[in-house]
């Protein structure tokens, strides 16, 4: 069975500061793998995505994200948050049937 | 622009009411999910739908059921509502290609849903 892992329920950093968002799956295939964010009372919009090649990938918003197989992970990150970064941001697992397997989420603050 | 829509943002029902939520999708994509959302769980698949007519059961289909009627639009049907449904709702979807994996879901803003 697939799953997806967030170890890290809230975070604060400070404005200006860098940002690494933890994620971490398990499955047995190449995974096809998400970050979405959502803003408060939004829905979800799509940051990034690997499916292959590169390992690093680019996103929107100035975020990207490294995929590395040895570790099953795959970490958000963004060298200078604002304030408008605070939301709370999902990793997601995609399987052959474009069905995605969630984690439980990490909710960001960012202090002034 | 992408556009997924939902009928309500907010819906306050009592238990044992028939609750309808509302999907709608203008970018004519095939694929179409719904989702409730609970703190520290994520985002849990309640159905899906690869077609007009058809529907798959997700993760969580208990108390739940599906219609699609247009290729547009997608509802979720809570048949008798209880407490344990309250939650917020999302609706997405997708195109469905050969890689079908890496398509990207768009997602509608999500109905909250509270049963009294």
């Known amino acids: 069975a697939q799953s997806v892992t967030q170890p890290d329920i809230h975070i604060t950093v400070s404005e200006g500061a860098s940002l690494e968002l933890r994620c971490n799956y398990s499955y047995g295939a190449t995974p096809y793998l998400f970050w979405y964010v959502q803003s408060p009372g939004q829905g979800l919009q799509l940051l990034l995505k690997?499916?292959?090649?590169?390992?690093l990938v680019q996103g929107i918003k100035g975020f990207e994200a490294e995929f590395k197989r040895s570790q099953s992970s795959f970490n958000l990150r963004k060298p200078s948050v604002h304030w408008s970064d605070a939301a709370e941001y999902f990793c997601?697992?995609?399987?052959?049937?474009?069905?995605?397997?969630f984690g439980g989420g990490t909710r960001l603050m960012v202090k002034p | 622009d992408v556009k997924v829509t939902q009928s309500s943002r907010y819906l306050v029902k009592r238990t044992g009411e028939k609750v309808f939520l509302e999907c709608v999708q203008d970018?004519?994509?095939?694929?179409m999910f719904w989702y409730r959302q609970d703190p520290g769980l994520g985002l849990r698949l309640i159905y899906f739908?690869?077609?007009?007519?058809?529907?798959e059961k997700g993760d969580i289909p208990e108390g739940y059921s599906v219609s699609r009627e247009k290729k547009e639009r997608f509802s979720l049907i809570l048949e008798s509502a209880s407490t344990n449904q309250t939650s917020m709702y999302l609706c997405?979807?997708?195109?469905?290609?050969?890689?079908?994996?890496?398509?990207?879901?768009?997602f509608g803003p999500g109905t909250r849903l509270l049963v009294l």
């Open positions: 970018m004519d994509h095939e694929n």
């Open positions: 690997y499916f292959s090649g590169d390992t």
């Open positions: 997601a697992l995609g399987n052959a049937g474009n069905m995605l397997t």
């Open positions: 997405a979807s997708s195109t469905r290609t050969q890689g079908a994996q890496e398509e990207t879901q768009y």
């Open positions: 739908s690869y077609d007009v007519k058809m529907k």
